[in-house]
């Protein structure tokens, strides 16, 4: 969130609170002492905007250390298609102790939470798949904080288990390995951790930190381990929210409901979200009428960390989206209003549809900084690639590599690289048809290169180029 602020990468901050001797991760909550430091480090100026500034977003607003309480960790599921995301979805869905008791039905509306034998809850993401984490992401909604690779033990890393890993390394989230299929023949899930050595993910038993785990979602077993392992990593990461103030949450699904009208499902971040609650979310408003958590029932309330349906908006807001409880419905329309205008501008004035324009575009502005999306054909181009454009960045002009990995030119490089405006390069490979088809419609422009000095060089004539004779 504080990254998101301040326009930088999370990972960028995670890696400078990390040297400052505070292992975090991207979701978790920091002190204001240390926003203040790293806001400072990072070299913006603080400014702490009052409640009475019509630009909510830009608040930087942290709760007090002993305000936080912990709360459950929010894990999303991802993995190469078929390997059995949703099956382990709906197998770890039946550990919940309360969903039998309740005679509740299984409603899917995005996300649900278990409540554990011990009492304590996860809260896992119903969406599985990088496309939705990766969508999220890109509009600036870090509300993952571990993610769980599944890997079919049959059929070892494939693509999207390699593009997972990278989207989760991007991230800057913790990784827990699931094994799948141990039950099938041919199961080796041996030649899965050392593939997976390739990828620079260490799994425990190849003497590593990444946790890893056999299951199997068919046959329901290992799901105890991995539960336990999920439960360790959210102790080591310390998860804290203050539930004792107005709700801020995210959009984890929206949709218009026949009978209901619009309906979104919302991630409570921090806070405790409440019925007649007078709210914004992305360009939407309204007042909670009611809330409908993931077993079909009415609640009154929701807590950090709780998925919940909501009833009562003005219309369907966007996953990703940021829901704000506020003081009253002037405030909230007003809000509502003004974001819906920043979004209109923002679409027309900074989407550049090629390197050319999007320097003509920094040209106007002071703040320079531009977002890249790196594709290359080997591990090594890329480390290669993104090391020589980190290299040419100056105190004027910075860029800013969104997300780099090896293979072909998918549909989720451009999901990211439309919503940050950024162009996607490619050296050595190419886009998909149905990536073509987004980027046209997103006008993301593709760049392809061959040789790293021209790719280098283009880049940096033209940032020489439009920085003008006195840079
Ligand atoms: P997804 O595409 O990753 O969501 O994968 P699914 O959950 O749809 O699973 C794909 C196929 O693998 C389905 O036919 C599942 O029944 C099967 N499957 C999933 N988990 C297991 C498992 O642990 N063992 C076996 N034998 N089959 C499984």
Redesign the pocket.
Known sequence: ELANRMAEKGADLVKTLFKMGMPVTMTQTIDQDTAELLVTEFGHNLTRVSDSDIDIAADIEMDAEDTLKARPPVVTIM??????????LDALRGTDVVRGEAGGITQHIGAYQVTLKDKSKITFLDT?GHEAFTQMRARGADVTDIVVL?V?ADDGLMPQTIEAINHTKAAGVPMIVAI?????DGANPQKVRERLLEHEVIVEEMSGDVQDVE?????KTGLDELIEKIQLQAELLDLKANPDRAAEGTVIEGKLDKGRGPVATILVNRGTLKIGDIFVVGAESGKVRALVDDKGRQIKEAGPAMPVEVLGLSGVPLAGDPLSVVENEARAREVAEYRKGVKTDKRTTSVPASLESMFSALKEKQAIEYPLVVKADTQGTVEAIVGAINKISTDLIKARVLHSGVGGITESDVTLAGASGAPIIGFNVRPNAKAREIAERQKVAFKYYDVIYDLIDEIRAGMAGELGPEA
């Open positions: 993995g190469h298609v078929d390997h059995g995301k949703t099956s382990l599985p599944v079919a799948n299929k141990i039950d099938k299951v199997s979602a068919l046959k």
